[in-house]
């Protein structure tokens, strides 16, 4: 499982973070169709950034439950690279568009350190809010 987030950097834990998430398999269907979509070009490049954090969410989450159903497992050893890699592709999207972070914290900000599933968590959190209002 993942390392404590630095004391300087307070993302939302995974259960807040992901409180009102859809369920895995769920999220899995739709982020299936947003890539169709934007490959396609049905959908255009305002729905990246939103694919991008879905599919980095949804990999911290399927990371999190295979660490719990069964630690150390070549399964979740699997799942940790994918959450990590997914995470990396989101901030290097951020640090292209810096218009789109919708948290505190940008992904260059000294405060993440080697946070980067913690920096999805605090964009999801940051989404999800923005989407409800």
Not at 85 to 97: E, I, S, V, Y
Not at 101 to 110: D, Q
């Amino acid at each position: 499982m993942m390392a404590a987030t630095p004391d300087a950097f307070k993302a939302p834990p995974p259960e807040t973070a992901y409180a009102d998430a859809p369920e895995l398999l769920y999220e899995a269907a739709q982020l299936t169709r947003y890539s169709t979509r934007l490959t396609t070009g049905e959908d255009g490049p305002d729905k990246e950034r939103e694919y991008r954090l879905r599919r980095a969410a949804h990999a911290d989450r399927f990371a999190l439950l295979a660490d719990d159903l069964s630690p150390n497992s070549p399964t979740a050893e699997h799942a940790e690279h994918e959450a990590a890699r997914t995470a990396r592709d989101l901030a290097a999207w951020d640090r292209d568009h810096p218009e789109d972070v919708a948290g505190p914290y940008g992904p260059t900000s000294p405060e993440l350190g080697r946070t980067v599933r913690a920096y999805v968590r605090q964009e999801y959190a940051a989404w999800k809010a923005g989407t409800e209002k």
